[in-house]
Every structure is written in C-alpha cells, then in structure tokens.
C-alpha cells in the first residue's frame, strides 16, 4: 500500500520537477518540522505548477500557510535552462517562459479541517491560485482503485500480441491488473512478486495458446499455484482466453479447465476485455 509521501512523489513525475525542503522553526529556533515543495515544469504544455508535501507537525496548527507564504519564492528559483534533446536535434527551454497555472496540490499527512480548507482556498482565489488537498482520504481511494483485481498468467511469447493488449483494455475500463511489465520494478524477487499477486488478486486471467500449453516453465507453475487457490479457497478465480487452441488441447492440459468457459482471442481485445471485466466484477 502506497503512502502519501509516495504518491506526492509519483503525481506528476512525467513532468521535470525541481524541489527544495526547508524547516519550520520555533522561537527559541529549535526545529518543529520540514516542508518539501516541487515546482512541476511541463514543457509541452508550456506551463509550471506547485506541489507541497507536509508531514504531521503536532506543534503548527496550520503549516499549509506557512507553505503558500513560499509561492512566490518557489516560482522565481534559479534552475530555468533546460536543454530538450529530441531527434536529430536539441531545443533550449527556458522556465522562464512557462506560465504559472496557478494549481497548487498540498499533501497533508494530517487532514486539514474544512472550514480551514475554506479560509486558505478563498485567500489563495485572490491571488489567482487553486488549491487541491489530498490527505489520507486520497490515499485510501487511491490505494483502493490501484489495487490489482486480476492478474494475467501469459507465456512471454504471447505479451505482446495478447497480454499487453488485454493489460491496457482493462486499465482503459479502470480495472488495475496484475502484469509483469506493470507491476515489477528492478530488484524485486519475480517469485516473490507472482506469488503476491496470485494471493491478492480476486481472479486470475489465463492467456491459453499454443505457447501456454506447451509451457513447462513459469506459465505451468503459475497454472498450478491457481488451481490449488480455487481448491483452498472453493472459489472460481480462473478466467480463461483462448486463442487457436481446441477443447481437446485444452483437455489434455487439464480436463478441469477445459469445463470452464473461456472467451475467444478472435473477438477483440475490447469485446474480450468487457467479458473479463464482467467477470471479474461478478463474485465467484
């Protein structure tokens, strides 16, 4: 499950960010706490945006004021020229010229009261800045949409022209999916990774082809660990796709899951992900 900190770091990470931190003091100069701003630059939209990540400070009341007091510091920081190298070619971009959007995202580990939501977002619209809060709730809706429901057991041979394909359907519906090239980042175990996933996920979806079938590997232990799950858990968790394979083949491979109804490759990837998705959405 993702923190907040995590996710004020991963939200507009497809832009060039700059940030500094800097802390709050007391009188007596001993340290309460540290703010982190970025200054979000996208360059192809030729426009800048402000994000703050403020942690719980028990001895500040309001430490988002203290935050937008920095706005217009944060946009006069000195790191402008960014050298763009596409192509054949570079192009030099200055920051500079990037318009404020005004948008200014404050996440607070600690839930700021409306009627104080109210104050800062009324003071904020007179100076031509919106304010977006997220805080624990955003967390948890986050966390509960990126959750994977379903993971995809494929042979490698088959990703690209089926697995991915199926990945990035049931993302389009808005149902997160388990899926190697998603889910797994450098230096995680692979075993350790397919084991959560095979746990946590409510259905699995397996990619049957020739290749998957004729698989001794990976593709037949995942098979495996599945099956024993529906048998722990008396629950239907198997999903089937085919795709130019027969019931025979597939009873050869397993007389159990060539009773199960599966959905056709040969029907599209959207017709084929709104059968899955159906599935998914209905308990076993």
Same mark, same amino acid.
């Given at each position: 499950?993702?923190?907040?900190?995590?996710?004020?770091?991963?939200?507009?990470?497809?832009n060039? $960010? #700059?940030?500094? $931190?800097?802390?709050?003091?007391?009188?007596?100069?001993?340290?309460?706490?540290?703010?982190?701003?970025?200054?979000?630059?996208d360059?192809?939209?030729?426009?800048?945006?402000?994000?703050?990540?403020?942690?719980e400070? @028990?001895?500040?009341?309001?430490?988002?004021?203290?935050?937008?007091?920095e706005?217009?510091?944060?946009?006069?920081w000195?790191? #402008?020229?960014?050298?763009?190298?596409?192509?054949?070619?570079?192009?030099?971009?200055?920051?500079?010229?990037?318009?404020?959007?005004?948008?200014?995202?404050?996440? &607070?580990e600690? @839930?700021?009261?409306?009627?104080?939501?109210?104050?800062?977002?009324?003071? %904020?619209?007179? &100076?031509?800045?919106r304010?977006?809060?997220?805080? +624990?709730?955003?967390?948890?809706?986050?966390?509960r949409?990126?959750? @994977? =429901?379903?993971?995809?057991?494929?042979?490698?041979?088959?990703?690209?022209?089926?697995?991915?394909?199926?990945?990035l359907?049931?993302?389009?519906?808005?149902?997160?999916?388990?899926?190697?090239?998603? %889910?797994? =980042?450098?230096?995680?175990?692979? =075993?350790e &990774? *397919?084991? +959560?996933?095979?746990?946590?996920?409510?259905?699995?979806?397996?990619?049957?082809?020739?290749?998957?079938?004729?698989?001794?590997?990976? %593709?037949?232990?995942?098979?495996?660990? *599945?099956?024993?799950?529906?048998?722990?858990?008396?629950?239907?968790?198997?999903?089937?796709?085919?795709?130019?394979?027969s019931?025979?083949?597939?009873?050869?491979? %397993?007389? *159990?899951?060539?009773?199960?109804?599966?959905?056709?490759?040969?029907?599209?990837?959207?017709?084929?992900?709104?059968?899955?998705?159906?599935?998914?959405?209905?308990?076993?």
């Open positions: 499950m993702a923190s907040l900190h995590e996710y004020f770091v991963k939200d507009g990470a497809q060039l $960010t #700059t940030h500094q $931190t800097w802390p709050l003091m007391d009188a007596h100069g001993g340290k309460l706490g540290e703010l982190i701003a970025r200054l979000h630059l360059f192809d939209a030729n426009a800048k945006y402000i994000s703050f990540f403020i942690p400070i @028990p001895d500040v009341e309001c430490p988002e004021a203290f935050a937008l007091n706005v217009a510091k944060i946009l006069e000195t790191e #402008t020229l960014v050298e763009i190298h596409a192509g054949m070619g570079n192009e030099k971009k200055d920051a500079r010229e990037l318009l404020f959007t005004g948008q200014i995202y404050l996440y &607070s600690r @839930p700021v009261p409306e009627e104080l939501k109210d104050q800062l977002s009324i003071e %904020s619209k007179a &100076s031509g800045h304010l977006t809060f997220r805080s +624990r709730d955003y967390v948890d809706e986050r966390n949409w990126e959750k @994977p =429901r379903a993971f995809i057991s494929h042979d490698s041979r088959d990703k690209a022209c089926i697995a991915e394909p199926i990945a359907q049931l993302q389009k519906f808005m149902c997160p999916v388990w899926y190697d090239q998603f %889910s797994l =980042r450098v230096g995680d175990s692979l =075993r &990774s *397919i084991e +959560r996933g095979l746990k946590e996920c409510s259905k699995c979806i397996l990619v049957l082809t020739p290749n998957f079938l004729n698989n001794k590997g990976w %593709s037949k232990r995942e098979y495996d660990s *599945i099956f024993t799950r529906e048998v722990v858990e008396k629950k239907k968790v198997i999903l089937p796709v085919w795709h130019e394979i019931a025979a083949d597939v009873y050869q491979y %397993s007389p *159990i899951l060539a009773d199960r109804v599966a959905v056709q490759w040969s029907l599209g990837v959207e017709e084929v992900g709104r059968q899955l998705l159906h599935a998914i959405d209905t308990k076993a």
